[in-house]
């Protein structure tokens, strides 16, 4: 199982972008799927989640910000993050906490907000 995530850039505060993690595995839809953030000299923190039946949780530092959603028929899980703060930069990874009992992450793709 691969999971490739992508849509990081540079972009001004205020702004917007859209990350999309596409997941090399059948039937996400019985899957857990999240997105988590590092930023430089931090832990890496849970962003968003969303299970299989559509519960979404969001760190509380992004709410009414940012979006998660998935497309099992094309097996992508996508991030909508408006209004972004100089906070939100980070390296952002997509996670599968357990697909057939493994925990996958994807590569990450960086994301810069500029003051």
């Known amino acids: 199982v691969q999971l490739q995530a992508f849509g990081g850039a540079v972009v001004q505060a205020g702004g917007y972008l859209r990350l999309s993690c596409k997941i090399s595995?059948?039937?996400?839809?019985?899957?857990?799927m999240g997105w988590y953030r590092q930023a430089p000299g931090n832990q890496r923190e849970l962003v968003a989640s969303i299970s299989s039946v559509g519960h979404i949780k969001y760190a509380d530092s992004v709410k009414d910000r940012f979006s998660i959603s998935r497309d099992n028929a094309k097996n992508t899980v996508t991030l909508q993050m408006n209004s972004l703060k100089a906070e939100d930069t980070a390296v952002y990874y997509c996670n599968a906490p357990n697909i057939r009992g493994r925990e996958y992450w994807g590569q990450g793709t960086l994301v810069t907000v500029s003051s």
């Open positions: 595995s059948s039937r996400i839809s019985s899957f857990i």
